[in-house]
């Protein structure tokens, strides 16, 4: 069985995830100070924003700010990029990549209210465009529906990572790096899945077995 990473020091947030991973068939682990070669794969999971002060920006007063869980993420980013091992993000775990392999972020998006939880406590849904060639075409179509639930984004992509899926609005909702086994979504598969699947989006379980295929290849 696979076994996935996933750097965090708030494990019961990770419930949707740990779900999505044993439904396709592979195991998560949940901790802080992995060891690559013990995994298949690192998942880089949705949470609160990163510290701006990592991409060269000032702090907001008004926002909330984890500098050891930025650390301990970052650190499991390098080390798995290190062991060559895929690597895909999730919301927060997108921007981070992003950050990590020296892009930046919009801190507060204009769009931010659309993209937000609404009076429901239910994730909002947009239409994005997807570019020709890219994993996100392959699994669902040049354009599609996704869940939305954030109000930060990626403004410069970092090193060696192309822009492959917008939102209608013009946020940057997929990332994949041009030579590594490197991907990440804006949106949340997990809550578009299984239990949680919905009929107004696509279906989110197919990135996670993307991603668990590539770590089976990765495999010796």
């Not at 239990?195 to 077995?209: K, N, W």
Request: aromatic residues 8%.
């Amino acid at each position: 069985m696979l076994r996935i990473a996933l750097p965090t020091d708030h494990p019961e947030g990770l419930l949707y995830y740990k779900d999505a991973l044993r439904q396709c068939g592979a195991e998560p682990v949940a901790g802080g100070d992995f060891a690559p070669e013990e995994f298949d794969g690192l998942l880089l999971p949705g949470g609160i924003d990163l510290n701006p002060v990592l991409f060269g920006e000032e702090l907001n007063p008004a926002t909330e700010y984890d500098d050891a869980l930025d650390a301990l993420q970052i650190g499991a980013f390098n080390r798995f990029l290190a062991a060559g091992l895929p690597i895909f993000g999730i919301c927060r775990g997108h921007q981070l990549i992003n950050v990590a392999l020296g892009g930046s972020l919009i801190q507060d998006l204009p769009t931010g209210a659309a993209h937000k939880r609404n009076a429901a406590d239910e994730d909002s849904v947009h239409l994005c465009e997807a570019e020709a060639g890219s994993f996100v075409a392959a699994l669902y179509g040049q354009r599609f529906a996704v869940n939305s639930s954030h109000h930060q984004g990626v403004a410069r992509p970092g090193n060696g990572l192309r822009t492959v899926l917008r939102a209608e609005d013009g946020v940057v909702e997929a990332l994949e790096h041009e030579s590594l086994p490197i991907w990440s979504v804006q949106f949340h598969p997990e809550r578009m899945c299984f239990a949680r699947l919905r009929e107004d989006t696509v279906d989110g379980s197919l990135l996670f077995r993307f991603f668990l295929e590539k770590c089976e290849n990765r495999k010796p």
